[in-house]
């Protein structure tokens, strides 16, 4: 570990300390030496153990600003852990971006009102999914890989970057994934495998890119994915093994490429 990411490790150990008491666990001292590692992480193996994180200790680390500076700009790092609380981070101001992978969060993720630089939950689990409502992120937020079985709530979100879902499972009934009347500057991504059995809503957004959906399964039975009245500046991609088992609903969109639905299996698209 180089020298100044050694003193930054030894900082967070100090405030950490200070904050709540000298037992952290094992788990939790390698969050800070991961944070304020410079060096690229070895990405988790799969079967790699799940010790657990305190959600409080994350939502300290995530918004001290005595923390901060002591934090690399490759963000905050968590990696193979259990969040066995909330994680409530509502209306924080996060100088960092968050990364999670291979994670489990045993509550919600809560973001409303908040501000942070990025978004990466990646192959990770969430049994009571996301409230994003009004969220302002300065680059992308990716979600890929993971699996929830609770709702996905982004609307009215600001997100510089893309919002990419490839591979994700979203298992919530009804709304699964509501991005309704985001700002959205570059592309949503939907695709490779992604699958959700709940309604995906993109109602009144404004997506600078494309919206990709290739190989998606969309497996809700009425309106399986609702875009009325958004403006979508790319492409809508509909192909390379599409399927939805309800309505892909896209009245009153303006879409500034083309629509591509080769292939795609559809019970109905409404423009």
């Known amino acids: 570990m180089p020298l100044l990411d ?5 900082k967070l150990t100090e405030l950490a300390h200070a904050r709540f008491d000298h037992n952290l666990s094992v788990a939790e001292r390698k969050v800070l030496r991961d944070s304020a590692s410079s060096d690229d992480l070895p990405y988790p193996g799969e079967a790699a153990p799940r010790p657990e994180v305190r959600a409080e200790f994350l939502r300290w680390l995530a918004t001290d600003p005595e ?42 993720i809560n973001l409303e009102s908040a501000e942070t630089r990025g978004i990466y939950i990646l192959d990770s689990s969430l049994a009571r999914g996301i409230d994003a409502d ?9 979600l890929r890989g993971t699996q929830s079985g609770g709702e996905i709530r982004l609307p009215r979100a600001e997100i510089a970057g893309n919002l990419e879902c490839a591979g994700a499972k979203l298992n919530a009934r009804g709304d699964a994934l509501v991005v309704d009347r985001a700002k959205i500057g570059g592309s949503v991504f939907l695709h490779q495998a992604f699958q959700c059995e709940g309604e995906a809503r993109l109602i009144g957004s404004e997506i600078g890119g494309d919206l990709d959906c290739s190989g998606a399964k969309l497996n809700a039975k009425a309106d399986a994915l609702s875009a009325h009245r958004a403006q979508i500046g790319g492409k809508v991609f509909l192909n390379r093994g599409f399927e939805s088992a309800g309505e892909f609903c896209l009245p009153g969109a303006t879409i500034g490429g083309d629509l591509v639905i080769a292939g795609a299996k559809v019970a109905r698209v409404s423009c």
């Not at 050694?6 to 030894?10: G, H």
């Open 6 to 10: 050694e003193i930054r490790y030894t």
């Open 67 to 108: 923390a901060a500076p002591h934090i690399d700009p490759k963000g905050l790092r968590v990696y193979t852990a259990t969040i066995p609380g909330k994680l409530d981070l509502e209306e924080s101001k996060i100088t960092r971006s968050l990364e999670f992978r291979r994670c489990t969060f045993q509550g919600e």
């Open 134 to 142: 009004g969220v302002i992120v300065h680059g992308s937020v990716f």
